[in-house]
């Protein structure tokens, strides 16, 4: 049977699989995760709530789902390989998934793929970030200067990202923007653009060189984990300004010593010059008890006597040289 034939048939097992209760949240736009938790219990996090209960799900149920989703991506699922990762074929939802040995009973997080786009004025109207803020970013997007954009795990750093693109396109509608990912989480409305996903054969520093002969105008890289970091940094030195990617660091500060790590594995030292060269803004979002906020916007001059040049705009609106 040919996949595409196959394919309708693995998203109802999937979804018969799911249940009528998860299958609702991830239709719910507002839903950002779905998880279940060793002990049977539900939860799910949405947009400016929090987390709450979504009931409880028996242990023969989750292990069902998981091997659902390990026959749907096409591997197994068992004690020799107890954990599956990858996207659902339902709406390209990010999934993990455990099974003992590594845990105690079955247990899976589900990202749900954002479906909406947040504009920057909805970020300014709904208190997450400041008008100096959103103005600095808008700013930044005109002189297509290069943006961090540094969060904790599920901070909504990757939904900012798609708010400063989606700033982007609206701006300069005719560049030629390429978009590199390990899973599909950007939203991308440009006219011209171009989407690479790493695989078991090309990983992101190898898409990045390819990157270079697709004459991009803007690079954007969904999350930099790895040396490939310094590939893309040397890119936007190079003639391709403008670019942004997101990291995992919970301030701005911290963003730019991750960057340094990173380097470090390709080089062997870390490329300070290099990053204050390339990196321009860092914009760092965080989750508090009471919703998602920038915490601050950082913009870098440049690395000399020995640390970054870098001007501070935090979220209650000050203004701190360092």
Known sequence: MSVSRSHPRLVRKLQDALGPTICAALEDSTVVEVMLNPDGRLFVERLGEGIASL?????????VI?????????????????IISGELPIGGHRFEGLLPPVVSAPTFSIRRRASRLIP????????IMTETQAGLITEAISRRLNIVVAGGTGSGKTTLANAVIAEIVRQSPEHRLVILEDTAEIQCAAENAVSLHTSDTADMARLLKSTMRLRPDRIIVGEVRDGAAL?????????????????????AVSALRRLEQLTAEASQQPMREVIGEAVDVVISIERTPTGRRVREVISVEGFAGGQYQIETFEHQGQRNAA
Do not use: C, F, M, R
Not at 120 to 127: H, Q
Not at 231 to 251: D, R
């Open 55 to 63: 009931g409880s799900l028996p242990a023969g149920a989750a292990e």
């Open 231 to 251: 590939t893309l940094l040397k890119a936007w030195n190079t003639g391709h300004p403008g670019g942004i990617t997101t990291i995992h660091a919970n301030t």
């Open 120 to 127: 920057l004025d909805d970020y300014v109207d709904d208190g």
């Open 66 to 82: 998981i091997g659902s989703v390990a026959h749907a991506l096409q591997t197994e699922a068992d004690d020799a390989q107890p």
